[in-house]
């Protein structure tokens, strides 16, 4: 566990030591501006080309702005010439990699990485760690000297998991859905989170969430006459994966004036609409706590989420890798397959994957690459399937999996540990709950500015009232405009925000998304520099 | 590095401590024996049904055989009636995924975990592991305790590699392709071996080398008229992924008779049918030294290989995980990167992507999934392309990263692991060796069975003459021969082998991978029991 050092590439306000004049970006090409309404590939498939434009237009933005360097062909006379005799080109290379957009890896992130080279901190780590550093090498379990360097739980701990591991080697392959004993460990923490029970043969260990969430695309995207329905605004590993497997992402709107919140009535007409398209949508995705929204989904409204997928026969993906990150004491994780179980719902009458994460909570292990889906209602041949395709990479790293159970199970009530890790767990949690409302505050009181409170997850994502100006500005700038203010705000503060535009928002809207992340004492300087570049920004562009 | 244990799920060799009479495979569906010859899905695409049978022979058997309950639809009595109305069935599941087939986790692997429940192995591990241990827990770097447990190098090593990544966190996210000091320290390492300087922007590390292969898979694989030459036999992940991003295999095969030679005469035999088939062919695959073959490509031939691709325009894919392992003292490793660049060839005029992992060679730390691509001879813009696939899994596991910049960059001369460390890998290859040789003379000296010399990698691929008698049998049990052969010796023996039809054979002819991983002082009891049941098995079938 480590305290934000963790999140490191996320950590998207953070304040920069050192700001390069030469901007790598700017000498790439961008889209001329007519682009931004109109891009050049129809974010839905070309056979598709009679989608109202309710659908359409927020994916129109996912394309055209943020990380359009990426998708966009260089001009004739680029660098790209002098590979004139290279065999991959950008017209001969997969379409849908083109496609393929991620914002929170894209350009104003490139660019704040530039930035982070001076920067240092300091991990602040205890007792994951120690399990971790113990099972990699196991030869000094037994001397003396370790006893004065470990915690005597943390010692234990690692005993217990590598007799859980074939050969008590982290260096062996394992089962392709991860080492056994430690699916046993997760089955028992997710059956004590929810009081229903779960089966290890249900887990599947994978190298972070990401890579269990395009294995489940991979198994229902058949052509781009598939689709998911997705939230808009939503993370991008969605139409990333979705537009890397060749489907169709059908977005639901979360309500904005409703705290993010998601109406079955939405999902229904987009359904509708999807299908009278031609599209067969296979699955829901629900991201709860909301990415990039922060919301917290009400127990009442996963019923009805449930019994519409259960209804519509699609299967339910639940991205659910801040369930320990609630900031509201109204508010309360409820896991999907907690609330399919008190339904009376079991394997049979949905199908269900949850997916979890060793990278967020309170100890943010992401570079670990640690993570697991839980596999329900499906019949097994196609979990066959599935496995099969888990096969294809061996298995996930062992660090990961161990870290995995870890986090399902964490130190209990009598363990050395237990004392400061409650402590460090409570200090983060409610530390992150104050910084989330130090900032929510600020950012409304921004001219123009509206900002949900973060009720969960690491993010806010304010709305901002851009003036014509500045729109017109960042037209001849060939940005978006909210990719306009985020390249304004880094070039003068060296705080980064990724543009709402990556994430998809209703058209003729503005966001972007900020984390919750910066170090508590660090936060008053932050919104002093944001409040004062914004009220520039406004007097600058102000209609 | 640990001895043996790390390949711990290859080791397709090995005695069983059990043996379970409760198999899980036999009450699953197989193909009828009609489709042993004639499979369903052709493995080409079905818009060019006119290939002749010398392209699709091989590769109807890695259809029909070995993984067939992985891919074959369950009568509509089994079990999945029970999921009836759940939405993903095996009509809607996604058809590349029912495709993709996958030998070394197939059936026989899976049987063969059941029977290693119960077996137990100490690693010996020293000192990667030490610097792992160090890095995932850096408070105890500077603590007295912490010399008398680890070595003065794997402490000072920490530090350094510790002062590369940002906030010395290994549990942070890193750069999309890895952290950049340990691409330097790779990139060091890579020329050193090569003399000829590599560029650490070139390097993008990964979990293990799978998730590589897949992603310039992904980027080069447009549909099913996008062919990949592959070898005949090879290592299936290469058809796996293929078939997963939907493209087209075009198989050369390798001649067996001149120990698995690479003949430039078949590449081109090959590449004209499928072009005449309406195949746009992308890539050549090779992979050296050779897996399942294990023979060593000569610097001549590498140097045909090389000039082939770029007369051809193809993008050159070279497999080279088991570099490090070399058992014969006249064949040496060859990087394709230093045959291009002692061509004189560079960046403009060849595509060549080098594959590596922590894996293999004679640290075999298969479970850290760590390992690189080199990725040369692209335009910025398709780097731009291969990044942003590298940016949506956000990076791999940093220990993965760490150990692959240790494999890359071992102890020297004057550390105080030197020692230790060249005796253990000199007592590693040297055993291997033996253990081949010992491994290749013993099936050779069985009835009806020639097996080439594994000159590298970890496997030797014998070629069995099975009587009619035997595949009669086999026809009646429902598998390929070659698969009734590795049930026969696994039910009768416990030593587990994958069959051939995993990996492709010339038509008519089966054959059996086996490692050289089992300990070098039990191979002598392996040898024995698989002697006398090889002996048992032909006195039942011999015609």
């Known amino acids: 566990m480590r305290r934000f050092v963790a999140d490191k590439t996320r950590n998207l306000i953070r304040r920069a030591s050192t700001w390069s004049p030469t901007c790598p970006v700017s000498p790439r090409p961008h889209h001329p501006p007519s682009l931004l309404s109109q891009p050049t590939s129809p974010p839905f498939s070309s056979s598709s080309p009679s989608h109202p434009s309710s659908i359409t237009s927020p994916l129109r933005f996912l394309t055209a702005a943020a990380l359009h360097p990426l998708s966009f062909p260089a001009s004739p006379n680029s660098m790209a010439s002098n590979y004139s005799t290279t065999p991959v080109t950008l017209q001969s290379v997969n379409p849908k990699v083109l496609k393929c957009e991620y914002a929170v890896r894209g350009e104003i992130v490139t660019l704040a990485q530039k930035l982070e080279q001076d920067l240092k901190q ?42 859980q591991i074939p050969g008590r080697a982290t260096g062996a392959y394992s089962h392709s859905q991860g080492i056994k004993g430690l699916r046993e460990t997760i089955a028992a923490g997710i059956a004590e989170r929810d009081g229903f029970p779960a089966d290890p043969n249900d887990i599947f260990l994978t190298d972070g969430a990401s890579p269990a969430v395009h294995m489940m695309m991979q198994l229902l995207i058949r052509s781009e006459k598939d689709g998911i329905l997705c939230p808009i605004p939503q993370y991008p590993l969605y139409s990333a994966s979705i537009a890397l497997h060749g489907g169709t992402l059908v977005p639901y709107y979360l309500d904005e004036a409703t705290g993010w919140g998601l109406e079955i009535s939405e999902l229904k007409k987009q359904l509708e609409t999807a299908k009278s398209n031609g599209v067969c949508v296979r699955a829901l995705v629900v991201i709860n706590p909301g990415n990039p929204t922060g919301q917290v989904l009400a127990e009442d409204n996963q019923r009805e989420i449930v019994e519409f997928c259960k209804n519509e026969g699609l299967v339910l993906l639940a991205d659910e890798v801040y369930q320990e990150n609630i900031y509201v004491p109204d508010k309360q994780f409820h896991s999907f397959k907690k609330v399919c179980r008190s339904m009376g719902y ?25 993570g697991y889906m839980e596999v329900t209602g499906f019949s097994p041949e196609i979990r066959e399937q599935i496995y099969k395709v888990a096969s294809v990479n061996l298995c996930s790293n062992i660090s990961g999996q161990i870290l995995a159970s870890l986090v399902m199970n964490p130190p209990k009530v009598g363990d050395e540990s237990y004392e400061s890790y409650t402590g460090e767990k409570d200090g983060i949690l409610s530390s992150l709950a104050k910084r989330a409302k130090t900032l929510e505050d600020a950012l409304n009181s921004l001219e123009g500015v509206t900002c949900n409170r973060a009720e969960g997850a690491m993010y806010l994502f304010p709305c901002i009232d851009l003036p014509h100006k500045a729109i017109k500005a960042a037209e001849a700038a060939k940005r978006a405009p909210d990719a306009f203010y985020a390249h304004r705000l880094l070039d003068a503060t060296g705080v980064v925000v990724v543009p709402g535009s990556g994430f998809g928002q209703v058209p003729g809207t503005w966001h972007f998304r900020c984390t919750i992340l910066p170090q508590e004492d660090r936060i008053p300087a932050i919104v002093s520099r944001l409040t004062e570049f914004h009220k520039k920004f406004m007097d600058e562009f102000r209609d």
Do not use: M, W
């Not at 949905?350 to 690459?369: H, N, P, T």
């Open 346 to 370: 079991g394997e049979k009458n949905i199908s269900l994957v949850s997916f979890q994460s060793v990278s967020k909570g309170y100890y943010g292990e992401c570079g670990k690459r640690g």
């Open 122 to 163: 300091n991990p602040d780590s205890h007792p994951f760690d120690e399990v971790l550093a113990l099972c990699d090498h196991p030869a000094i379990l037994d001397r003396s000297e370790t006893q004065g360097l470990f915690s005597a739980d943390a010692i234990e701990r690692a005993f217990q998991i590598l007799d």
